[in-house]
């Protein structure tokens, strides 16, 4: 009973090993991914007061 719940446990952690490094960096680079333009053309975000952050 044991050596069966072993190997499942020993998969499951490398699974785990490999998904979670990767899901952590694939995060990082998609954070950075999305260009970010100059000047907003919506109307509501320019209303906003010099000095103010988003």
């Given at each position: 009973m044991i050596q069966p719940l072993r190997?499942?446990?020993r998969?499951?952690?490398l699974?785990?090993?490999?998904l979670l490094p990767a899901l952590f960096l694939s995060g990082i680079a998609f954070?950075?991914?999305w260009p970010v333009s100059p000047k907003s053309t919506s109307p509501a975000l320019?209303?906003?007061?010099?000095?103010?952050t988003r």
């Open positions: 190997k499942t446990h998969c499951i952690f699974a785990l090993a490999l954070r950075h991914m320019s209303s906003a007061p010099p000095g103010a």
